[in-house]
């Protein structure tokens, strides 16, 4: 692992994370243009989801994480991520983020941790796996109830 490598990856992550906010305070999906964070991600990156979320499974490519946003656009509200916490960098980098989000469909409000693993290489992310410490909890904030 070279210094070059950990900074480029710290790089990268950083103005990703500039981009996403921007595209959030833009409004988001169908709001503001994937163009924003496209330059962060490799052309066949991957995104694996836990699939217990309603935006659960293997999200591929810019296509994919296109839909992934319009996805995460429907299901919340609000997904604010605070300042990233680098615990490690590198090629793969492991990053801590703490959440606060309101459930679109419920207007639930939820703080939690996301544990990533990301790999970065030529300067783009070529793949995510975020883990959530609760799924369960994220998914039934996310579920509307039925009335009765």
Do not use: N
């Not at 070279?2 to 981009?19: C, I, K, N, P, Q």
């Amino acid at each position: 692992m070279t210094m070059s490598s950990t900074a480029d990856s710290v790089t990268v992550l950083t103005h990703m994370y500039r981009a996403e906010a921007e595209y959030l305070a833009a409004g988001g999906p169908d709001e503001a243009s994937f163009d924003l964070l496209a330059p962060y991600f490799a052309p066949d990156v991957e995104l694996h989801q836990a699939d217990a979320l309603p935006y659960g499974g293997t999200w591929r490519g810019h296509e994919g994480m296109a839909r992934f946003f319009r996805t995460m656009g429907q299901v919340w509200e609000s997904f604010d991520m605070a300042t990233p916490e680098f615990l490690a960098t590198g090629e793969t980098a492991v990053v801590l983020t703490q959440v606060r989000a309101r459930a679109r469909a419920t207007g639930r409000e939820l703080s939690f941790p996301i544990l990533q693993t990301i790999t970065v290489k030529g300067g783009q992310i070529t793949e995510v796996r975020p883990f959530y410490w609760d799924t369960r909890a994220i998914a039934e904030a996310c579920a509307a109830r039925p009335r009765r």
